[in-house]
C-alpha cells in the first residue's frame, strides 16, 4: 500500500504587517498539513488582492509584473518539489523551502574531500 502525499502552493497578504495601504506576499507551502511560509519580498495594495484567484487584479505594468512573478514563484516551488521527490529526498514544506530559498544542504563528492584532504 502506497502512503499518499498532499502539497499546495497558497500566496496570500500578511495583513499584519501593512504599511499604509499595502500588505506583503506571501507563499504558503503545504505539505501533508505542515506549513512553512515565505516572504516573496513583494507587495501590493490590498485593495487590488483577488483573494480567490491569488493575484492582484491591478491592470498597470506593475501588477501584470507582479503575476508573471507570481506564476514563476509557483513553478519553482513546483519544480523544488519534484526535484526533492524525484532524489528520494524526505519532502517537507521546510526541505521545499530550504531547496526555494537555496539553503538546502550539499554534500560533498568523494573527488571535493580528496581535495580538501590534499
Known amino acids: ?5 498532499t502539497f ?5 497578504l500578511k495583513t499584519a504587517k501593512n504599511k499604509g495601504d499595502f500588505a506583503p506576499i506571501y507563499a504558503r507551502v503545504t505539505v501533508d498539513g505542515k506549513r512553512a511560509e515565505i516572504s516573496l519580498k513583494r507587495q501590493t495594495k490590498v485593495t487590488y488582492w483577488n483573494t480567490k484567484s491569488k493575484k492582484t487584479t491591478s491592470r498597470t505594468p506593475e501588477g501584470k509584473e507582479l503575476n ?36 538546502d544542504e550539499k554534500h560533498k563528492t568523494l573527488m571535493d574531500l580528496v581535495t580538501y584532504t590534499n
Open 1 to 5: 500500500m502506497g502512503s499518499s502525499r
Open 8 to 12: 499546495n502552493i497558497h500566496f496570500w
Open 68 to 103: 508573471a512573478y507570481l506564476d514563476q514563484v509557483k513553478a519553482k516551488l513546483l519544480l523544488c518539489y519534484k526535484q526533492l521527490s524525484s532524489d528520494f529526498k524526505l519532502v517537507t514544506a521546510n526541505s521545499i523551502k530550504s531547496r526555494f530559498v537555496g539553503q
